[in-house]
């Protein structure tokens, strides 16, 4: 079993940035397809970005040109920075490791963008 914690996450100004971080409990982010979804209330959770064992990288529409993912396998972390948050972008946000077999999901880490 792998667990994922995610932490980073809070209030923010419209404008401001947050960097969330992802730890899985073993090595295995140089392996798997590492990912960001998030959920807001009433809404289905949706992918925001991942990012594959061959850093290869993609984004949601809405991502794109304001949030970065990228990983650290020495750290076994993943993190998502991100930048021009808006109040659209409150939700929780979940870090996934997957590969063919498996996926591991975080607990979550409320994000909440408002003056």
């Known amino acids: 079993q792998v667990q994922l914690v995610e932490s980073g996450g809070g209030l923010v100004q419209p404008g401001g940035s947050l960097r969330l971080s992802c730890v899985a409990s073993?090595?295995?982010?140089?392996?798997?397809?590492m990912s960001w979804y998030r959920q807001a209330p009433g809404k289905q959770r949706e992918l925001v970005a991942s990012?594959?064992?061959?850093?290869?990288?993609n984004y949601a529409d809405s991502a794109k040109g304001r949030f970065t993912i990228s990983r650290d396998n020495a750290k076994n972390a993943v993190y998502l920075q991100m930048n021009s948050l808006n109040p659209e972008d409150t939700a929780v946000y979940y870090c996934?490791?997957?590969?063919?077999?498996?996926?591991?999901w975080g607990q979550g880490t409320q994000v909440t963008v408002s003056s």
């Open positions: 073993r090595n295995i982010v140089s392996a798997y397809v």
């Open positions: 996934k490791s997957s590969n063919l077999y498996t996926a591991y």
């Open positions: 990012i594959t064992s061959a850093f290869v990288r």
